[in-house]
């Protein structure tokens, strides 16, 4: 899902990576209070805040591949949003994650042996 700002592709992204669809509980596994903190938000700020604790979570690889495969899966080019059974949920197409994250996905998979969100982000990856 891309389109340009203001388009209404990007302003249902801006809406899904908000949580807005979300009753509430738009990434509440990065923090309970996520939903209210990232209502009205821009994407691109939503994205960072988003991208944030992947980047300080978990010891797999180094913190500058941590953001760089952090920052491609939000990308809106590679992620689109699905609905099922009342939650929506973000996926990732592997084929329209650029080159440089998928180095970045090698190197985190191989860093370390500890499990961690980037971590199976990163396997799956370089399992594709």
């Given at each position: ?111 370390a042996d500890s ?14």
């Amino acid at each position: 899902m891309s389109g340009r700002s203001g388009s209404p592709d990007a302003e249902l992204y801006q809406a899904l990576l908000n949580g807005e669809y979300a009753d509430g509980r738009a990434w509440e596994g990065l923090a309970p209070e996520a939903a209210g903190l990232l209502k009205g938000k821009s994407a691109d700020d939503a994205r960072e805040w988003i991208a944030s604790p992947f980047r300080r979570r978990g010891p797999a690889g180094r913190r500058p591949d941590r953001e760089i495969l952090a920052r491609g899966v939000l990308d809106p080019a590679a992620a689109f949003f699905v609905a099922d059974a009342g939650e929506v949920f973000m996926h990732v197409d592997a084929s329209r994650i650029p080159d440089d994250v998928i180095e970045a996905a090698r190197r985190v998979a191989a860093g370390a042996d500890s499990d961690g969100p980037l971590r199976e982000i990163a396997k799956t990856k370089q399992a594709a």
